[in-house]
């Protein structure tokens, strides 16, 4: 059964990076895409971006120049940076392993529990 | 950007059956944009119901349905349960390996 978990620093201030930790167990990262997903208080999910062996990168054209994505699959994890945050970065960051439009995996999911990021001074 | 639209909120009484739509602010809807569905309880992560249009998740009751109505993708509930009132979510494929997710409905079962 494959987990995702994602971990980094509750509380970011304005103007600097927001770095995010997702850890996947019970299969390998390699040969997948892993999305990052976001969702402000009350507010609709945003795709932000997905990554595929360190070799593809996808991004939310909104939020392409502040954005980040990388793999280690010696720790089994993909990570986020998004950089110059706002309050309006405010929000549940989840991970999650997708999406394709091949039928390997053409659907978001498992999703990790999410971690809520603060930008705050 | 486009944007992808769907009804802020629905109600259906138990027992019935209600069709949640997901459409574009411009054109429309096709299985090429590999339309999926997500259900979200307050203070969980989405929950994958639908995806490819119309294959259901494992492990998700076969009350839950989707197809392409008109222009829109379709997220089909019957038999409407108290436990099925939450939030709704569709995502579409955008090309270019982007996706965009719909802003969401909120089902009232009462």
């Known amino acids: 059964q494959v987990q995702l978990q994602e971990s980094g620093p509750g509380l970011v201030k304005p103007s600097e990076t927001l770095s995010l930790t997702c850890t996947v167990s019970?299969?390998?990262?390699?040969?997948?895409?892993w999305s990052w997903i976001r969702q402000p208080a009350g507010k609709e999910l945003e795709w932000i971006g997905r990554?595929?062996?360190?070799?593809?990168?996808n991004y939310n054209p909104s939020l392409k120049s502040r954005v980040t994505m990388s793999l280690d699959t010696s720790k089994n994890q993909f990570s986020l940076n998004l950089n110059s945050v706002t309050a309006a970065d405010t929000a549940i960051y989840y991970c999650?392993?997708?999406?394709?439009?091949?039928?390997?995996?053409?659907?978001?999911?498992?999703w990790g529990q999410g971690t809520r990021v603060t930008v705050f001074s | 950007q486009t944007v992808v639209t769907q009804e802020p909120s629905f109600s259906v009484s138990p027992g019935g059956t209600v069709t949640l739509t997901c459409g574009l602010s411009s054109g429309s809807v096709s299985s090429s944009y590999n339309p999926s569905w997500y259900q979200q309880t307050p203070g969980q992560a989405p929950r994958t119901l639908i995806y490819?249009?119309?294959s259901r998740s494992s492990g998700v009751p076969d009350r839950f349905s989707g197809s392409i109505v008109g222009k829109r993708a379709a997220l089909t509930i019957t038999g409407a349960q108290a436990d099925d009132e939450c939030d709704y979510y569709c995502v579409l494929y955008m090309g270019n390996g982007t996706w965009v997710f719909g802003g969401g409905t909120k089902l009232t079962v009462l």
């Open positions: 019970g299969d390998s990262i390699s040969g997948s895409y």
């Open positions: 490819s249009t119309n």
């Open positions: 990554i595929y062996n360190n070799e593809h990168t």
């Open positions: 999650a392993r997708g999406s394709t439009t091949s039928p390997t995996h053409p659907w978001f999911g498992p």
